[in-house]
């Protein structure tokens, strides 16, 4: 078994690891978080699971759920629940939202309302670039492992960043009709809280963004298993990372029956995973 040179890199501050459900992400996650507490006992180390069928407290017998919690030494971990986060965010930032689409829209309020509170595709990835915003502006942490959903969820997600800036800038310019007015009937336009809202909201996804192509600091690692399916579906997923320009430098294969095994049934086993 080959050690992964990223485990070995100074600048290390973000892995992600995703694949096939079922191909060993979590547990993948999990004994990376361990083997770098014991080999950099100075860094303080976050694990995060975006996968709804969270399994990272199992791994380390604990409940973790959506809150940060304390593992062992200098590890922490959370489980991101995306309908708790949005309610958060609704609380802190709703009204805001709201105004905004009131000035650059003709919908009414319970028009507004109605959207807002729909059920939006990719919410799980959404609130999830979302809070690993806030983590980055907290500084808090050295190393952040992320443990994603299957593949398919992980492919919106390394997708958000780009269409999250798209959205602030059609927000942006739905503001512009209410700066005009400002400008034409007061003289001039000061900014308010829509505005700082959207500054901050596009220099987080900024961020974000940044963060997942830095080959110095970052490190996507592909989990997979010695089967046709998981094999083919993680062929795809680096094609993606690449043409992203995410960082592929190692791949993990799990599973896989050594040699010396005596046992009829592994070395039959074997023989497969060697086709």
């Known amino acids: 078994m080959q050690k992964l040179k990223f485990l070995d890199n100074p600048d290390l501050h973000f892995i992600l690891f995703g694949g096939k459900g079922g191909s060993g992400k979590t547990t993948s996650a999990a004994a990376t978080a361990l083997h770098l ?24 017998d604990l409940i973790i759920a959506n809150k940060t919690t304390h593992i062992a030494g200098n590890i922490w971990g959370l489980e991101l629940d995306a309908n708790e986060l949005l309610e958060k965010y609704k609380a ?12 650059g829209t003709y919908f009414d309020r319970e028009d ?28 808090e942490y050295d190393i952040i492992i992320l443990d994603t959903a299957p593949t398919g969820h992980t492919t919106v997600f390394l997708s958000l960043p780009e269409k999250m800036e798209k959205w602030v800038e059609v927000a942006d310019m739905m503001m512009e009709k209410h700066r005009y007015m400002a400008r034409r009937f007061v003289g001039k336009y000061v900014k308010d809280e829509c505005d700082e809202f959207l500054e901050s909201q596009k ?3 900024s961020k974000v963004k ?16 010695p089967e046709p399916m998981s094999i083919y579906e993680v062929e795809r997923l680096v094609q993606l990372l690449e043409n992203d320009r995410i960082p592929v430098n190692s791949v993990i294969a799990n599973r896989i029956i050594m040699q010396d095994n005596k046992c009829n049934f592994c070395l039959a086993r074997k023989k497969e995973q060697e086709k």
């Open 92 to 103: 802190e930032y709703g009204a805001i939202i709201k105004k905004i689409a009131e000035r």
């Open 203 to 205: 220099n987080d996804v």
């Open 37 to 60: 507490s014991k080999n950099k006992p100075e860094k303080k180390i976050l694990i995060i699971s975006i996968d709804p069928a969270h399994s990272l407290g199992d791994s380390f």
């Open 210 to 225: 940044k963060l997942l192509t830095d080959s110095k600091t970052t490190e996507f690692v592909p989990v997979t298993i």
């Open 112 to 139: 507004i309302e109605n959207f807002f509170v729909m059920s939006l595709p990719g919410l799980d990835e959404v609130m999830a670039i979302i809070k690993i915003a806030n983590i980055l502006n907290s500084k």
